[in-house]
């Protein structure tokens, strides 16, 4: 049988196939279909998502779900229809619903998310069983990563469509205007009709699954694909093995996702058509699940259990919703799962739950005949994969899924319970811990022996750095027969604590002991303190089944200079939803396209011998070259990257001075190949001869006095007299220390670029990039030709955040290296690994500083020490002390000085992210703000209020760029914020709340910002074609911020001015901006600081007085001949006829006097902090942010949501470490979470502030784009708060743990205050102290 399957309707037939391809491979690089992008390639990130469709023959019924393109094998799908998201809808042929809704809540900025987001939801929709409710909504996108919006437009969008969604609670949106009534905004949403807007089944492959039934079985000889339809079958295929070659069992083959395993197999065997595989069925003895079940249908069936049994079942299948996301529960098995724990070390949730209920798995162990054995005992078996042993199914025993916390007997109760501690609940993340328990307790009544005894339990853990989950049964037997007790328990945790021992490679050992101590005590606590089973976790459990967000949007849209100032959608958007929109890698590559990966260096320093392939003298297939400096052309130079501070090589000559380092491009004839050969490159080192050793502190930077000049220019001013202010002091913080780490971009679309060979030594590049015109220059260096015969061509970037500014620029030099020497186009789309390790990130600094304040809290003078980590390379890191600067003056310090060092180390060259430095200086005045408060034993927020600049402090701190009086709006906006947010009621409340309960603890926090940004010089271009259409270029970039929109509307307003007949809005429609082409139009520079959008709607502007100038006198004729009939497309066609130059060109200045301002901000957040796990919930944050008259509300609520989403990343979630080596540790979605929708505010309010004239502004407005990251603050400050009154209750136990100081509240919070890092802080012993203080009474 041939392979065939359906794409979006259509027929696609393959003849042979390697089996190891996926989906995504095939739909990217065999299909026009586009619009499932490679984000991780892990599972990880939801951009690949594709709707599967399979056709039952025999009860006539489709079943569709969402699946990982990434991870599923094409061959798997044989018979199959897959649709993605332009086959829900397109440009063609109309957009879907959610594509429209998506458009029109502004739910797409990059877009690069988008298309997975719409299968999500659409998947969702399509497999409501009954009504889709707004908890469903919300799920339904849980797992997919967004960098750009902050979920909250897509969780609205997503709600949109929820049968009990309460229309007015969903956000700012192009559909209605505030006010209007329910009827007329239930009008205006782009109506959905299940059944017209689903997907159908293509007829062709109904009658062909008709004919064939049920068997999938491909032709054994094309295409190494075996699919037996019994486990007979299987069984003599894995007897045959050794004549078979390598085999590999598949279901879902989301194990790669994990494993990344490079290994080919000779035959995969795809186990899920067999039907005792597949079942679910309950007998007797218990529940028994086929291990080729999907987690999904594992799910929906102990659902369902209605017996006495289910509320076990129950409990186990809400945990089991947590595992991966949707889409990996829907193509993952059950015996996948158990099958990667047994032999791979895999930290299973699914082996936990199933040791707490004492089930069983079935085996074929070599024989015919299945064997049974606990799983306890298979866990315990050598591994799996390396014998023909199939795991058959798993059996779950009913005996001990009696009804639960219901009486067995009138004292005896059953009681099950399970736990996961994840980064992310359930936003598709691993666990720290999992457990899960089981018990049968019985109440004593009588007087001598009241209370509750333990009469069995099973108690298990898992994925704590294990080989495996296990039962703790020293505890379960120690427990047995015990009355509980306070000692009981004490004991109990103190065995367990042997037990869990986390693999010595684990991170955060005592963390996740605590963990396990703390689910033990949340487990039995209830039943010594109470006598009866409550546990706050399991109310946690209820509370998920909620709604879990919400939000309100304030926005001001003017009418003044029309349509600049509308919310207009953002262009493209519902190309973006549908998938259309062309991003670099989805632009067609011609037959002969080569492509690139990276090798690196794994040394920080050291001589490069060689550099060859793993197997010597065997070049790995596919590759063509594998190009080094030596490569590079004579006339050129060794150049990867330039700023005006200096420039970076392409490649490591005889010297790596950094582990990341580039050393070679490997090209290949795919990206597949090129990919694996880049692994299995190895570059020998000499370490030994090296004169000096490598420097990858500040510390030994400071002692080896290395460090990038800062020239005076841009080095920032001190502010009075520091040795008066200190003398003003009554109370003085001596020699604090702080420091804080990187951050990774995680743009959806990682680093990408295709360069084309042209005649006459040209070279054409298509690069993702933040500054093309640097690219186009350090192209032709490089390559040592002149700069005319390159072309850099940017259409949309996948989102930037500063990462493809100069990271962008090796990549794409590399590519014209390629291309030029290869005289083949040269494609290069880094995978995430290689991008994580490459990118550098954010800059870490340390600062040591002494500040001086009066009693009353008023700071009177600050001086510090900071210490910058740069890396190797120069990149813009010497602004980072001016950037710093701006937002940390945001107090009156009264007097400041300060000594910043540019580190220079042999470490990752660090660049700009996102408020590069301003983030940082933001929260360096806040984290010293706090320690005076907490110094002088005040409430903080008095503290922050008192040391709030006057206009006149400002004007000392800030000089010359402190604006006019009326411009100063941060006071304003402090004292509005407390009003909206009931600032102060909540913090009474949050008092009372910390009094009423002992293991959670709240925190509220209010962070004001000032940050300071600078336009610079930027071109643009507006040509009117004959038609009257209008095609626009500018300098910036569109990286998902608006800028293209911004754009239009000013062009819009500009040609406006002509005043024809006609609203300008019509105009708008016949307006396009283009990409950026470097010879079409020069000097771009850099899309950064928050300000190019304006600077190029200003420079549009600029061209439009031009053309409205050369059209006037043909318009004023024309009137005179037609009054008030002179339509645009007339005026055009007269303006040619006359041969007008409708083509004008600028390059905006900004005044040198007002290039630079200040923008202001405040935000509040509350949290909840869980004491037993260190987990922080954010309750509700509030922000207000001045955007002067915003060109664009939507756009700018955009920015200010993602921007605070991303700020929350940062401050309490992404960890970006390197090793001992300078290494980079997180490499991919496993190790580095961003913020998913189950970890933002779940109260989120915004307020953009329209603060009037500002007569110095691009049409009065302010910037958006990276100021609003500084409120994330807020977060992490009422986190500290929260820790505060736990260390403080811990005081209260008199039982110091010695990680706590006399007053408990002297301490540093670190940023990210990730889970392990706030549950130190709270006590990672405080559950013995505890129980400790209880003991002694
Ligand atoms: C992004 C992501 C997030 C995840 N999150 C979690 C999580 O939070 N908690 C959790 O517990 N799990 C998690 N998982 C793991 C997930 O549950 C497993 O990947 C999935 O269940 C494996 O099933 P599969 O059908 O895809 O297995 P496959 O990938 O097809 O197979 C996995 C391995 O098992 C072998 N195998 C499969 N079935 C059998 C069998 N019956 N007999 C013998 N060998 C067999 C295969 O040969 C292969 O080596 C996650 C996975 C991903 C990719
Ligand atoms: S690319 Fe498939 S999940 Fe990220
Ligand atoms: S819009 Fe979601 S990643 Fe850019």
């Known amino acids: 049988m041939d392979l065939e399957f359906a794409v979006n309707g259509e027929r696609f037939k393959v003849d042979s196939i390697d089996p190891s391809t996926t989906v995504l491979d095939f739909l990217r690089f065999n299909t026009p279909f586009k619009s499932v992008k490679l984000g991780c390639g892990e599972g990880g990130c939801g951009a690949c998502l594709v709707v599967l469709s399979r056709y039952d023959p025999e009860l006539d019924q489709v079943k569709e779900c969402s699946i990982n393109s990434c991870l599923t094998l094409l061959c798997s799908v044989n018979g199959c229809s897959i649709t993605t998201s332009e086959g829900l809808g397109n440009k063609k042929k109309g957009f879907h619903p959610i594509h429209k809704r998506f458009a029109g809540f502004h739910a797409s900025q990059c877009g690069f998310c988008t298309p997975g987001m719409c299968i999500s939801l659409y998947s969702a929709l399509s497999n409501s069983s009954k009504e889709f409710t707004v908890s469903e909504a919300e799920k339904s996108v849980s797992g997919n990563l967004c960098r750009c919006t902050g979920y909250r437009p897509i969780v609205d969008a997503c709600k949109s469509f929820a049968s009990d969604v309460d229309i007015e609670d969903l956000g700012f949106n192009s559909f209605w205007k ?239 319970e399970s736990y996961r501690a994840a980064p992310r609940s359930i936003g598709n993340a691993l666990p720290y811990l999992n457990a899960a328990f089981f018990a049968l307790v019985s109440r004593r009544q009588e007087p001598s022996r009241r209370g509750v005894t333990v009469d069995k339990c099973f108690l298990a853990f898992g994925s704590y750095g294990c080989d495996h989950s296990i039962r703790a049964t020293e505890v379960e037997s120690f427990l047995t027969g015990k009355s509980l007790s306070y000692s009981v328990l004490y004991e109990a945790v103190g065995l367990l604590k042997g037990i869990i021992v986390p693999g010595k490679d684990t991170p955060h050992h005592e963390y996740r002991k605590s963990l396990a101590v703390g689910y033990l005590f949340e487990f039995f606590n209830p039943l010594i303190e109470s006598g009866h089973y409550s546990n706050s976790h399991v109310n946690d459990t209820a509370k998920s089944l909620l709604p879990f967000l919400s939000s309100s949007q304030q926005v001001l849209e003017s009418n003044e200079y029309q349509p600049v100032g509308e919310a207009v959608i953002k262009v493209g958007a519902a190309l973006q939803a549908s998938g259309e929109a062309v991003f670099v890698d989805d632009i067609p590559t011609l037959p002969n396209c080569l492509h690139g990966a990276f090798v690196y260096s794994t040394e920080c320093l050291a001589k490069i011998k060689s550099i060859r392939f793993r197997e010597k003298n065997v070049t790995p297939s596919g590759v063509f070259a594998l190009l080094t400096s030596k490569d590079i052309p004579k006339q050129g130079q060794n150049i990867g990257s330039k700023t005006v501070f200096g420039t970076g090589p392409l490649f490591a000559d005889e010297l790596t001075q950094f582990a990341g380092q580039r050393i070679a491009l490997v090209v290949a004839d795919t990206q597949k190949h090129a990919d694996s050969a880049a692994k299995l490159a190895v570059v020998e080192y000499d370490t030994k001869n090296i004169e000096e050793e490598a420097i990858l502190t500040v510390e030994d930077a400071v002692k080896r006095c290395s460090f990038f000049e800062v020239h005076p220019m841009i080095y920032p001013e001190p502010v009075g007299d520091v040795l008066k202010g200190m003398e003003e002091a009554e109370r003085k913080i001596i020699s604090a220390e702080l420091r804080l780490g990187s951050q990774y971009f995680f743009y959806m679309e990682p680093q990408t ?41 940017t259409r949309r970037v996948g989102g930037g955040f500063g990462g493809k500014a100069v990271k962008s620029m090796p990549v794409a030099t590399a590519c014209a290296l390629g291309a030029y020497k290869l005289q083949r186009p040269v494609k290069m789309y880094m995978n995430r690994r290689t991008d994580m390790i490459m990118a550098g990130g954010r800059h870490p600094m340390k600062i040591t500083y002494d500040v001086g304040f009066r009693s009353d809290g008023k700071v009177t003078a600050l001086e510090f020490i900071m210490l910058i980590d740069a890396g190797l390379e120069p990149d813009i890191s010497a602004v980072m002390p001016r950037n710093i600067m701006g937002p940390l003056r945001k107090y009156d310090w009264g007097a400041l000085s300060f000594d910043i060092k540019v580190c220079k180390t042999n470490c990752p060259t660090r660049t700009a992210m996102r408020a590069p430095g301003e983030v940082q200086g933001s929260y360096i005045a806040e984290s010293i703000i706090e320690n005076v408060a907490t ?145 079409g139009m020069i000097q771009g520079g850099f899309t950064a600081g928050s300000t190019t959008s304006e600077c190029s709607c200003e420079a549009v502007r600029l061209c439009c007085v031009i053309l409205v100038g050369r059209l006037k006198p043909t318009m004023d004729k024309m009137m005179m001949e037609k009054p008030g009939s002179v339509t645009w497309t007339m005026l055009i066609q007269q303006a040619y006829g006359q041969s007008i130059n409708l083509s004008a060109s600028t390059l905006y200045t900004p005044e040198y006097a007002s290039m630079e301002y200040l923008n ?37 609520l955009g920015q200010i949501e993602g921007a605070f989403v991303q700020g929350i990343g940062f401050f309490m979630m992404e960890e970006y470490t390197t090793d001992e080596k300078g290494l980079v540790v997180q490499q991919g979605t496993w190790d580095y979470k961003i913020p998913t929708v189950d970890t933002i505010s779940k109260h989120f309010n915004v307020e953009i502030v329209n603060s009037g004239h500002h007569k110095d502004r691009v049409l009065s407005s302010k910037a958006s784009g990276e100021p609003p990251m500084l409120m994330a603050a807020s977060v992490h400050c009422a986190t500290r708060s929260a820790i505060r009154e736990a260390r403080k209750q811990s005081l209260s136990w008199n039982c110091n743990d010695g990680n706590i100081d006399e007053s408990g509240t002297d301490f540093e919070l670190p940023v990210p ?25």
Not at 1002 to 1011: A, D, F, Q
Not at 1173 to 1194: F, W
Not at 1317 to 1325: A, E, F, P, T
């Open 935 to 1079: 110094s002088l034993q005040m409430d903080v927020d008095t503290v922050r209020k008192i040391n709030l600049h006057s206009y006149v402090s400002l004007r000392k701190f800030y000089t010359r760029i402190s604006g006019d009086p009326d411009e100063y709006t941060l006071p304003l906006l402090w004292d509005k914020l407390e009003i909206s947010s009931k600032f102060k009621e909540r913090a009474e409340m949050v008092k009372e709340f910390n009094v009423c309960n002992v293991w959670r603890k709240r925190g509220i926090s209010r962070v004001p910002i000032v940050h300071q940004v600078l336009q610079r010089p930027t071109p643009g271009k507006v040509s009117i074609l004959s038609d009257g259409s209008v095609v626009v270029e500018v300098g910036g970039i569109e990286l998902g911020q608006g800028l293209w929109t911004k754009v239009q509307q000013m062009v819009a307003y500009g040609l406006g001015m002509v005043k024809c007949q006609g609203r300008s809005d019509k105009l708008l429609e016949r307006i396009r901006v283009v990409q950026s082409d470097t010879l």
């Open 1313 to 1337: 205050a990730t889970m392990p890092v706030v549950k130190s802080l709270c006590g990672l012993y405080n559950v013995e102290r505890y129980l400790q203080g209880k003991i002694l009474g």
């Open 178 to 416: 505030k006010g209007e009534s329910k009827e007329v905004m239930l009008k205006n949403l782009p109506p959905y009709n299940p059944k017209e807007h689903l997907v159908t089944f293509p007829e062709f492959l109904k009658k062909k699954k008709k004919k064939k039934k049920l068997h999938n079985g491909l032709d054994h000889s094309r295409y190494r694909w075996t699919t037996p339809c019994s486990v007979a079958e299987l069984h003599n295929i894995t007897q045959a093995a050794n004549s078979l070659g390598s085999l590999k069992l598949v279901v879902g083959n989301t194990g790669t996702g994990y494993y990344q395993d490079e290994e080919r197999f000779d035959r995969y065997i795809d186990i899920s058509q067999i039907p005792e595989m597949s079942m679910i069925k309950k007998g007797e003895e218990g529940i028994e699940i086929g291990a080729a079940v999907t987690i999904s249908n594992a799910i929906d069936a102990l659902k369902k259990e209605e017996s006495k049994s289910c509320y076990i079942f129950k409990k186990m299948a809400a945990h089991m919703e947590k595992i991966g996301n949707h889409a990996i529960r829907n193509s993952g098995s059950i015996g996948g799962n158990l099958v990667m724990a047994q032999s791979r070390k895999f930290p299973s949730d699914i082996t936990t739950l199933l040791l707490a209920v004492d089930a069983s798995v079935y085996m074929l162990n070599g024989g015919k005949k299945a064997e049974k054995v606990k799983v306890h005992e298979f866990l315990e078996l050598p591994s799996m994969l390396d014998s023909k042993r199939v795991l058959l199914k798993v059996e779950i025993p009913l005996c001990t899924a009696t009804t639960s916390t219901t009486s067995v007997d009138d004292d005896t109760e059953l009681l099950f």
């Open 1160 to 1196: 202001y901000g405040v935000g509040v957040s509350e949290v909840e902090v869980d004491l037993v796990t260190g987990k922080t919930e954010i309750l509700r944050s509030d922000i207000i942010y001045d955007c002067g008259k915003s060109l664009n509300p939507a756009v700018d």
């Open 753 to 793: 670029a295709l360069a084309l060979p042209d005649e006459d030594d040209c070279v054409k590049v298509y690069s993702s990039s933040q500054a093309p015109e640097y690219v186009h220059s350090v192209i032709a260096t490089c390559l040592g030709i002149q700069e005319h015969n390159v072309r850099v061509i």
